[in-house]
């Protein structure tokens, strides 16, 4: 079925990537700098996602190093060297294509190392900082992990606020209770 082989490239995509993510994290927690290295590879995948680059990434003529010279170019002075090397080993791999399955893997590791959750909340009304530093000390207690928590306001609730994080959901909206 079409759906079958679109998951099952889809899980391929991944598999070859995870090597790459993988190397990625090493260098970037060894360097101390998880953070940065999520900012320079949420850059990499945006640039080759870029509708105008995507049909270079395929282009047998252009010769890799070139390729990987002008997604460094574009970057800037974003990427350090390291994450300069790191394009050029996906270019001379055919690789670079992957970058989103690569950031993705990477953040997941990232997460993982950090023992962080996202949590995200939302509320029928605006939260003070006060209500926020309360729910995640609360979820921090519950979870035993750090917590990140995001908000948004859904007037729809009526009251109260809605938490996910993770697998865990709480509803104690009052929509939620009629």
Not at 24 to 48: H, I, N, Q, Y
Not at 54 to 71: G, K, N, T
């Amino acid at each position: 079925t079409p759906w079958s082989r679109s998951s099952s490239a889809m899980a391929e995509r991944r598999t070859t990537a995870r090597p790459y993510a993988e190397a990625a994290f090493a260098l970037a927690r060894d360097a101390r700098r998880l953070k940065p290295w999520s900012e320079m590879l949420g850059l990499l995948a945006a640039v080759v996602g870029d509708a105008g680059l995507q049909h270079l990434l395929d282009d047998p003529r252009l010769p890799r190093e070139r390729l990987a010279d002008l997604i460094i170019e574009i970057c800037d002075r974003h990427l350090d060297s390291e994450a300069q090397n790191f394009v050029r080993i996906l270019a001379e791999n055919r690789r670079l294509a992957l970058l989103p399955e690569i950031i993705e893997l990477y953040e997941m590791r990232r997460a993982e190392a950090e023992a962080i959750v996202e949590a995200d909340v939302t509320s029928a009304y605006a939260l003070t900082d006060a209500e926020q530093r309360k729910i995640s000390e609360a979820l921090k207690r519950r979870l035993g992990r750090e917590v990140r928590v995001t908000t948004r306001v859904d007037a729809s609730l009526l009251g109260g606020i809605v938490i996910r994080a993770g697998d865990l959901v709480i509803d104690g909206s009052v929509r939620g209770r009629i």
